[in-house]
């Protein structure tokens, strides 16, 4: 399996292209409002793969075994990280 990732990112625009093998397709993540970047930071998308794995996950075993599965929902617990003052010496 072969996955790609590709970012076209300039003012005002933010486009991004998936690859898996030969399946091509987008997701709409819109530019920050300065216009430049994106308006997710990689810590949501690292939460997002998480649980986009979880629920393929649970379809892709629950179809194995012909049990019917309508709905998976995810919640993600966040992490908090305060920087520490550099003390004076």
Known sequence: ???K???DNSAGEHH???TTD????SILIPPKPSGFGSSTNGGELLFLA?????CNDLY???TK??????ESKWRSMAISVQRASM???
């Open 1 to 3: 399996m072969k996955i």
């Open 5 to 7: 990732a590709h970012i």
């Open 16 to 18: 991004i292209a998936l």
């Open 22 to 25: 030969d399946n091509v397709h």
């Open 50 to 54: 998480l649980a986009t794995c979880y």
């Open 60 to 62: 892709r075993e629950a």
């Open 65 to 70: 075994r012909n049990i019917t599965w309508s």
């Open 87 to 89: 003390l004076k010496m």
